[in-house]
């Protein structure tokens, strides 16, 4: 079906496809960049739940991530810790509501996904990393990416009364199951 389609028709609908991803419910009253901002805490891990980790991930300032992120906890739907690994900086977590209106944000386009055949939805998943990455190469950005793939992430016998056995060698700290399984800021690819 693609096939009739030029790069930049391929790039439109891209970035039509984000933009009606993240228009949602008239009744919440939040706004693309905010559904974003959301959407970005739920998906990533301790370590990348910072004003800067939003603006990095989403190719923003870190005044305009901060803007965006200060009215979400204004809002209650965003809440402020002191970092453990940096005390400069400030973890952000989400909200029960917070979380309950990302749970909802994107339901319809999951919906849509998970019509497409299975060997449609990997080649879409392989098409979409390697965008993802040429495009941040291109700017110049860091690439994000999860654990599993990451080459400061180790697995080995479990630690002494802790859960996991996922570490994570840069920061030296053990990996819960979310932490593996959800975006970070620090990723580099193995290999």
């Not at 389609?5 to 905010?34: C, I």
């Not at 990348?48 to 305009?64: E, L, M, N, P």
């Not at 793939?149 to 053990?174: D, I, K, M």
Request: glycine share 10%; hydrophobic share 35%; with cysteine.
């Amino acid at each position: 079906m693609g096939a009739g389609y030029n790069e930049e028709q391929l790039a439109g609908l891209l970035m039509h496809l984000g933009r009606a991803a993240y228009t949602g419910d008239p009744r919440d009253d939040l706004s693309p960049a905010q559904r974003m901002c959301l959407r970005y805490f739920c998906r990533a891990n301790r370590f990348s739940r910072t004003v800067s980790g939003f603006a990095d991930f989403h190719a923003t300032t870190r005044g305009t991530a901060s803007l965006t992120v200060a009215g979400l906890v204004e809002r209650g739907l965003l809440r402020r810790h002191p970092s453990r690994l940096d005390g400069r900086s400030r973890r952000l977590d989400l909200t029960e509501r917070g979380r309950e209106l990302v749970n909802d944000s994107l339901s319809p386009l999951e919906e849509a996904v998970k019509q497409l055949p299975r060997t449609h939805r990997a080649l879409l998943g392989a098409t979409l990393d390697r965008l993802t990455r040429d495009l941040a190469k291109a700017r110049g950005s860091a690439t994000f990416g999860t654990c599993g793939q990451c080459v400061y992430f180790s697995e080995g016998p479990a630690v002494t009364n802790v859960a996991s056995r996922s570490r994570c060698n840069l920061f030296g700290e053990p990996l819960n199951a979310e932490d593996v399984e959800t975006i970070c800021l620090n990723f580099k690819a193995a290999g």
